[in-house]
């Protein structure tokens, strides 16, 4: 089989001896590791040949070009699970990602915790839930939404990508289909777990739940995948649902008897577990090159592995003085300033951000980040912010002569980067939201950002209102199928899903429908309360 990656070695480029942070580039990831140079290498190399094998398994085409940055997806490594939990204010998450269009990141530990026994500290087992596990887990959910979107239900999300996060590299290709061992108890627990509770979703989603999403989507996903046992049932049922069939009656009329698919399903976990083990021929590993960063950078990358990884109100402002401190001891520095500039954005000190921003510009003028901030700005002051509750940040009146200006950035951040899909989000909105005619530059503009990163909720959610605006509305329910089946914000998903259900029964509750799914930019948005209850994750 011809490989779509090159040949490669290791490429070390020389720089100065006192940072403590690396970056290391493959074809789809950039990685910043607070390790060492052969740390940095082997984990982007890993997350590469993770890319190629789901590629291969999924039969997705070669690349037609060599990715922009601004389509690779940026890992930060550092510290531990502990560590990487207080970035989100959580002690149960051992690594995450984030899929933004334009600026997707992930967050990995770069050691495994110790747990504590009678005798002190002992190594993790091989039931405890891996780094690199979690890190496959959570990219094949990234996988699943850019290369394959649609309406994919709670536990076969979960199901899949628990049976990529197993996956074992070997020395000429992998191995997928290995035992989830960290999974094991919850099985066991769950034995009793009706398996037709995982195709209808709860009014409240308990703790069960969602274990047993994880733990039996797994068990069901392996076994239609790998078993031959019902060969075409899996493929039946997903198009069902993406036919907005009920996910219990497509359930039924893919596989039947629910209750002799559970019986199937538990024979199938007492066997020993197989799963398919592909070799390539002649097999050489992805290139890769890497740097050790400076100290500018060294000094950027926790404060924008903060920032990137999304702050509360109280973050951004704790965030301020040391980006206020970076932009004054590396004026010279490029990422520097633009780490400081995302700090005061989300702080909201739109002028310090400013500053920031157009040094930036006058640093490297063919980055497109510091036109999308400055245009963000501009459009935080066109359409005006009105905190909700008790809040440090102040109130800005909307200022309509600024629209103007916010588009006129947003083009020339595409033109620097006509493959960032941000900037073409950003122009629509800009266009949108100013109460005028949208051109047709920015209707095309909207569409190419959606083809470009159909992962993100957001683009997929302007793009469903635009075309109920045009009352495409099938169209419309097809963009939308992925959100409406989303397990987070369930409140909000289930009000969207019955005003979807009403406009399809009665056209005239169009309205309804626009004004729920009516765009706003997403660092002025500011979460309903009753949306904050949601499911665990890993």
């Given at each position: 089989m011809k490989l779509k990656l090159a040949l490669a070695g290791l490429v070390l480029a020389a720089t100065p001896a006192h940072a403590e942070w690396y970056q290391a580039d493959t074809a789809h990831f950039r990685v910043y590791s607070d390790s060492d140079a052969e740390t940095a290498a082997k984990t982007a190399v890993r997350m590469e040949r993770l890319d190629e094998a789901m590629r291969?398994?999924?039969?997705?085409?070669?690349?037609?070009?060599?990715?922009?940055?601004?389509?690779?997806?940026?890992?930060?490594?550092?510290?531990?699970?502990?560590?990487?939990?207080?970035?989100?204010?959580?002690?149960?998450?051992?690594?995450?990602?984030?899929?933004?269009?334009?600026?997707?990141?992930?967050?990995?530990?770069?050691?495994?915790?110790?747990?504590?026994?009678?005798?002190?500290?002992?190594?993790?087992?091989?039931?405890?839930?891996?780094?690199?596990?979690?890190?496959?887990?959570?990219?094949?959910?990234?996988?699943?939404?850019?290369?394959?979107?649609?309406?994919?239900?709670?536990?076969?999300?979960?199901?899949?990508?628990?049976?990529?996060?197993?996956?074992?590299?070997?020395?000429?290709?992998?191995?997928?289909?290995?035992?989830?061992?960290?999974?094991?108890?919850?099985?066991?627990?769950?034995?009793?777990?009706?398996?037709?509770?995982?195709?209808?979703?709860?009014?409240?989603?308990?703790?069960?739940?969602?274990?047993?999403?994880?733990?039996?989507?797994?068990?069901?996903?392996?076994?239609l995948t790998f078993s031959g046992e019902r060969d075409g049932q899996l493929k039946a049922y997903l198009d069902l649902l993406n036919q907005r069939v009920p996910s219990l009656d497509a359930a039924r009329q893919a596989f039947g008897?629910?209750?002799?698919?559970?019986?199937?399903?538990?024979?199938?976990?007492?066997?020993?577990?197989?799963?398919?083990?592909?070799?390539?021929?002649?097999?050489?590993?992805?290139?890769?090159?890497?740097?050790?960063?400076?100290?500018?950078?060294?000094?950027?990358?926790?404060?924008?592995?903060?920032?990137?990884?999304?702050?509360?109100?109280?973050?951004?402002?704790?965030?301020?003085?040391?980006?206020?401190?970076?932009?004054?001891?590396?004026?010279?520095?490029?990422?520097?300033?633009?780490?400081?500039?995302?700090?005061?954005?989300?702080?909201?000190?739109y002028e310090e951000a400013t500053r920031a921003a157009e040094r930036a510009q006058q640093l490297d003028e063919e980055s497109a980040w510091p036109n999308i901030y400055l245009g963000r700005i501009a459009l935080t002051k066109a359409v005006g912010f009105e905190p909700v509750g008790e809040t440090e940040w102040p109130a800005i009146a909307a200022d309509p002569s600024y629209f103007e200006e916010a588009q006129k950035q947003f083009?020339?951040?595409?033109?620097?980067?006509?493959?960032?899909?941000?900037?073409?989000?950003?122009?629509?909105?800009?266009?949108?939201?100013?109460?005028?005619?949208?051109?047709?530059?920015?209707?095309?503009?909207?569409?190419?950002?959606?083809?470009?990163?159909?992962?993100?909720r957001s683009f997929r959610q302007t793009l469903g209102h635009l075309l109920l605006l045009e009352q495409r509305d099938t169209d419309a329910l097809s963009v939308l199928g992925p959100v409406i089946n989303d397990p987070h914000a369930p409140k909000r998903i289930d009000r969207l899903n019955k005003i979807l259900e009403e406009l399809e029964a009665d056209p005239s509750k169009r309205a309804e429908a626009l004004e729920f799914l009516s765009p706003e930019p997403d660092w002025l948005f500011q979460p309903d309360p009753e949306d904050e209850e949601g499911d665990d994750e890993d």
């Open positions: 291969f398994m999924l039969k997705i085409s070669p690349d037609e070009r060599e990715p922009e940055l601004s389509e690779k997806l940026t890992l930060f490594q550092f510290g531990t699970a502990r560590d990487i939990g207080r970035l989100v204010d959580s002690k149960s998450v051992a690594g995450f990602f984030i899929p933004r269009g334009g600026n997707t990141v992930a967050f990995s530990p770069l050691r495994e915790e110790r747990q504590r026994g009678s005798r002190g500290y002992n190594r993790s087992d091989d039931t405890d839930l891996s780094p690199e596990t979690v890190l496959f887990h959570e990219y094949a959910h990234y996988f699943m939404f850019r290369h394959a979107p649609a309406a994919y239900p709670y536990w076969y999300r979960e199901g899949f990508a628990e049976v990529y996060g197993t996956l074992e590299l070997t020395d000429d290709g992998f191995i997928i289909g290995a035992p989830a061992n960290h999974r094991a108890s919850t099985l066991k627990a769950l034995r009793a777990y009706d398996l037709e509770n995982l195709f209808q979703r709860p009014e409240k989603m308990r703790y069960r739940d969602v274990f047993a999403a994880y733990a039996q989507g797994w068990l069901l996903s392996h076994y008897n629910l209750h002799a698919l559970q019986s199937d399903m538990r024979k199938y976990q007492s066997r020993r577990l197989s799963g398919k083990t592909v070799t390539f021929d002649g097999y050489r590993p992805p290139e890769v090159t890497v740097r050790e960063v400076s100290d500018a950078e060294a000094a950027s990358l926790p404060i924008r592995a903060q920032s990137q990884s999304g702050v509360t109100r109280e973050m951004a402002l704790d965030l301020v003085d040391d980006a206020r401190q970076l932009a004054a001891n590396y004026p010279d520095s490029v990422m520097a300033q633009l780490t400081a500039t995302e700090a005061l954005f989300d702080a909201r000190l083009a020339l951040a595409n033109r620097k980067d006509p493959q960032n899909p941000a900037s073409l989000h950003e122009y629509y909105l800009a266009h949108r939201l100013s109460g005028e005619l949208v051109p047709e530059t920015a209707l095309i503009a909207l569409e190419n950002a959606y083809f470009n990163a159909q992962f993100d």
